[in-house]
């Protein structure tokens, strides 16, 4: 097969390895492209604190001269010492439709992991839980959330071929703002604070501090704590989110739950959609790429709900009821006409339980998949 892999060994090779997905996607109206300055933050070493733990390498794929995938391959220690395991991971992968070059991509992880002593492959996973996570394998004629993968629908078709396996799903729902809030709903909020003593923070654009974002992550930590692919985040890592977040959370939408003691006991991510904006940008915020962002911030027709988390001492409490009294409220209020999900593992039965008073539907599927590794470590500069 005419198909060269080479590693990615420099700043421009990395930009390009980034760019590369514009020329997949120039004409599709569902890819949602990152900010190139976010997957310089993440992949290069020395901004990303994962790497403290972490071994990661880039490949582009060639063929007949131009560039036709890219794949990177991760070995998070800390992961695996977390859970037991000798995993690597495949993430920012992205081919065209030929067989031969998402063999050569996934074959080049394989080895570059076999060499690291690592007997098994999953992906697409990032350096945490917070990255865009889970292949596409239902909703191909949806946009793209700002925070997810898009792919095309012989993505998942290769990989099976490829002898990769289900390992877990994530499923997304979408949810249609009620002209008032379900009584239901209402009852079961004024109920819960009652009981419990729960109240809402109440703060302004400008008024989360980033000791205050870290007391939600570290609530996040503890909350999502044996999930599936988390590990305990380094107070670095903490940090690193912390100020690429917390500039942008509104406080129309992200709604933060406090104790009788001051305490948080659940908070909601939730933003304006920036799919429209990103699309428009082109993943530069300059010239006017701000702008496109700045107007989709303002006046938001679709929310994305990015990440929910309750301290497990109140997760059978009621707080996820009051935080989705509050989000509905905040939506109305807005004129926001529809309500995302990010990824939600199929498993969360709970989660899924809550679009039950609303008109919600289950719009998209993700999967890991995962392949065992043989232990013979072979080369991995180039497969041609």
């Given at each position: 097969?005419?198909?060269?892999?080479?590693?990615v060994?420099?700043?421009?090779?990395?930009?390009?390895?980034?760019?590369f997905p514009?020329?997949?996607y120039?004409?599709?109206?569902?890819?949602v492209p990152?900010?190139?300055?976010?997957?310089?933050?993440?992949?290069?070493?020395?901004r990303?604190?994962?790497?403290?733990?972490?071994?990661?390498?880039?490949?582009?794929?060639?063929?007949?001269?131009t560039?036709?995938?890219?794949i990177?391959?991760?070995?998070?220690?800390?992961?695996?010492?977390?859970?037991?395991?000798?995993t690597?991971?495949?993430?920012?992968?992205?081919?065209?439709?030929?067989?031969?070059?998402?063999?050569a991509?996934?074959?080049?992880?394989?080895?570059?992991?076999?060499?690291?002593?690592?007997?098994?492959?999953?992906?697409?996973?990032?350096?945490?839980?917070?990255?865009?996570?889970?292949?596409?394998?239902?909703?191909?004629?949806?946009?793209?959330?700002?925070?997810?993968?898009?792919?095309?629908?012989?993505?998942?078709?290769?990989?099976?071929q490829?002898?990769?396996?289900?390992?877990?799903?994530?499923?997304?729902?979408?949810v249609?703002t009620?002209?008032?809030?379900?009584?239901?709903?209402?009852?079961?909020?004024?109920?819960?604070?009652?009981?419990?003593?729960?109240?809402?923070?109440?703060w302004?654009?400008?008024?989360?501090?980033?000791?205050?974002?870290?007391r939600?992550?570290?609530?996040?930590?503890?909350?999502?704590?044996?999930?599936?692919?988390?590990?305990?985040?380094?107070?670095?890592?903490?940090?690193?989110?912390?100020?690429?977040?917390?500039?942008?959370?509104?406080?129309?939408?992200?709604t933060?739950?406090?104790?009788?003691?001051?305490?948080?006991?659940?908070?909601?991510v939730?933003?304006?959609?920036?799919?429209?904006?990103?699309?428009?940008?082109?993943?530069?915020?300059?010239?006017?790429?701000?702008?496109?962002?700045?107007?989709?911030?303002?006046?938001p027709?679709?929310?994305?709900?990015?990440?929910?988390?309750?301290?497990?001492?109140?997760?059978?409490?009621?707080?996820?009821?009051?935080?989705?009294?509050?989000?509905?409220?905040g939506?109305?209020?807005a004129?926001?006409?529809?309500?995302e999900?990010?990824?939600?593992?199929?498993?969360?039965?709970?989660v899924?339980?809550?679009?039950?008073e609303?008109?919600?539907?289950?719009?998209?599927?993700?999967?890991?998949y995962?392949?065992?590794?043989?232990s013979?470590?072979?080369?991995?500069?180039?497969?041609?």
């Open positions: 097969m005419n198909v060269e892999i080479r590693r060994a420099s700043p421009r090779q990395l930009k390009r390895f980034i760019r514009y020329s997949l120039r004409d599709d109206p569902y890819w990152p900010l190139d300055a976010d997957e310089l933050a993440r992949l290069r070493r020395d990303n604190p994962a790497f403290a733990f972490c071994e990661a390498e880039y490949w582009i794929a060639w063929r007949n001269g560039a036709a995938g890219r990177a391959g991760i070995v998070n220690h800390e992961f695996n010492r977390t859970w037991g395991e000798k690597a991971r495949f993430g920012w992968f992205d081919c065209i439709e030929v067989l031969d070059v998402a063999e991509l996934l074959r080049t992880v394989e080895e570059w992991a076999r060499s690291r002593e690592m007997d098994g492959l999953c992906g697409p996973l990032g350096f945490t839980d917070l990255d865009r996570e889970g292949m596409l394998i239902e909703g191909f004629d949806r946009a793209g959330t700002y925070a997810t993968i898009y792919n095309r629908p012989y993505y998942p078709r290769f990989m099976e490829l002898g990769y396996t289900r390992d877990i799903d994530w499923i997304e729902f979408l249609t009620p002209a008032e809030i379900p009584a239901k709903v209402a009852r079961v909020q004024e109920i819960v604070r009652r009981r419990n003593g729960f109240r809402v923070h109440q302004r654009r400008g008024d989360l501090t980033e000791e205050f974002a870290l939600m992550l570290e609530l996040m930590d503890r909350a999502y704590r044996g999930l599936y692919g988390t590990y305990p985040l380094s107070e670095a890592q903490k940090r690193f989110y912390a100020r690429t977040y917390r500039p942008v959370l509104d406080p129309r939408f992200t933060v739950i406090l104790d009788g003691n001051d305490e948080i006991a659940g908070f909601a939730v933003m304006p959609s920036l799919s429209r904006a990103a699309r428009k940008a082109r993943g530069r915020l300059l010239p006017l790429g701000w702008f496109h962002f700045h107007r989709a911030l303002r006046k027709e679709l929310l994305d709900m990015c990440l929910v988390a309750v301290d497990p001492r109140y997760q059978d409490r009621g707080v996820i009821s009051l935080i989705m009294y509050e989000i509905t409220k939506a109305i209020a004129g926001v006409r529809y309500s999900t990010n990824v939600e593992l199929e498993t969360n039965v709970k899924h339980g809550l679009w039950n609303f008109d919600a539907v289950r719009h998209k599927r993700r999967r890991a995962r392949k065992a590794l043989a013979v470590p072979t080369g991995t500069e180039s497969i041609a």
